[in-house]
């Protein structure tokens, strides 16, 4: 009988950890901390002020894949300068090669690619508009994660970042989902 509990028991692990769900996935994940040169995307923030992503891509052996990513930041507001507000917009379209080290029920994974993005600034005093700004370009980026299986839905954690020019630094920590469906 013990032998077939531990039989019983390789085969699952056997089966889990060959489950990854390879194919077309759609997926969708929403901002859990971000920076966009200084602006910060805090927790605080109510769900639609978030920045967001819509996720698309292809993983055809397990541990390759290809994703597309629309992204988000929605607007920022500062107002930490005396007098000055800032509204800061931005829009990131970004395609990544992932390499994948499937375990049983989890992935972890590594991204890098090439972010294209679109941003628009806006700054005015109580005297007035200030400074008004759109600039766009097409930048590296990386990233890893981690990701839970339940068949073919994933759970996801998510660092990315995103070396565009002339900022200090812009970056996403995010908590989404994907479903593979082909």
């Not at 090669?97 to 628009?120: E, I, M, N």
Request: proline fraction near 3%.
């Amino acid at each position: 009988m013990r032998k077939l509990v531990v039989f019983a028991g390789l085969a699952l692990v056997a089966t889990c950890a060959s489950a990854a769900d390879n194919g077309i996935y759609l997926g969708a994940a929403v901002s859990a901390d971000a920076t966009l040169d200084g602006a910060q995307y805090r927790s605080d923030l109510s769900l639609k002020d978030r920045p967001y992503k819509l996720i698309l891509g292809i993983r055809p052996l397990d541990y390759f894949g290809v994703e597309v990513n629309y992204l988000d930041f929605g607007t920022a507001k500062r107002s930490d300068i005396p007098d000055a507000f800032y509204d800061l917009k931005a829009r990131f379209y970004d395609a990544f090669a992932v390499g994948y080290l499937p375990l049983p029920l989890v992935d972890l994974y590594a991204k890098a690619g090439l972010v294209r993005w679109d941003t628009d600034v806006r700054a005015s005093t109580i005297a007035g508009p200030l400074l008004n700004l759109s600039d766009s370009g097409t930048d590296f980026a990386y990233g890893a994660g981690a990701q839970v299986r339940f068949g073919s839905l994933a759970a996801r954690l998510e660092y990315e970042r995103f070396e565009v020019s002339n900022t200090n630094r812009v970056d996403l920590l995010s908590l989404g989902v994907t479903w593979t469906f082909l």
